[in-house]
């Protein structure tokens, strides 16, 4: 399948570049997310109408 031959030719540095582009780029939006803070039940008001 892929051998040394193939990772020393250009197409095979590319591949690398490409895939570890990839990689990082799913590392960097991973870090953009927000944290969320842990689940805390929202208090409904009731209202009363007379």
């Avoid at 990772?7 to 591949?15: K, P, T």
């Avoid at 990689?23 to 208090?43: H, I, R, T, W």
């Amino acid at each position: 399948m892929y051998d040394q031959r193939f990772f020393a030719s250009r197409l095979g540095l590319s591949a690398v570049v490409s895939i570890a582009a990839m990689v990082s780029f799913n590392f960097y939006a991973l870090a953009q997310q927000p944290v969320q803070a842990a689940e805390v039940p929202a208090v409904v008001g009731t209202v009363t109408l007379a």
